[in-house]
């Protein structure tokens, strides 16, 4: 039990003293060489999952649209991964900053994996929230978003 503590202190340690810069190179290098062997599950698991969590808290606070097409760029290369957090990052990213989600999915991005990831990733977050105005209104808005994508 105790060694869990400490991997899980150090994962933490990792993802909350992370620089944007660092944030950008590790989802760059991911984006630009998934598939190759070295970035399997252990790299996911170890550095892009704690790595998006960060990602989601500097957009989140910041509305950095630079690391948001960064972050979704990494998402068009590496979207036939099985992990989720991606979309559950791009979940939380909208339901946090919906404005700029939009802003770019309706334009540069618009692209059907990502409208894809973020349905997902919406879905997945808000499953069990209360049904509540908020919460609703942003339904209507990722599904809005969804349905102009073609």
Known sequence: MKKIWI??????????SQTKE?????????????????????????KINPTLIKIQTLICETK???LLEIFLEMIIKSSG???????????????????I???QLKDKYRN???FDYLELGFYNITMHWP???????LQIRMNKLITQKD
């Open 7 to 16: 991997i899980l202190f150090f994962i933490s340690f990792q993802t909350f």
């Open 22 to 46: 660092e944030c950008i190179k590790i989802i760059t290098d991911y984006g630009n060489n998934y598939n190759k062997p070295e970035f399997s599950i252990d790299y996911v698991d170890q």
């Open 64 to 66: 950095d649209k630079e």
């Open 81 to 99: 991964s099985a992990n989720e957090s991606p979309a559950d990052v791009l979940g939380n990213i909208f339901i946090c900053n919906p404005e």
């Open 101 to 103: 989600v939009e802003e």
């Open 112 to 114: 059907h994996i990502l």
């Open 131 to 137: 049904i509540n105005g908020k919460n609703t209104d």
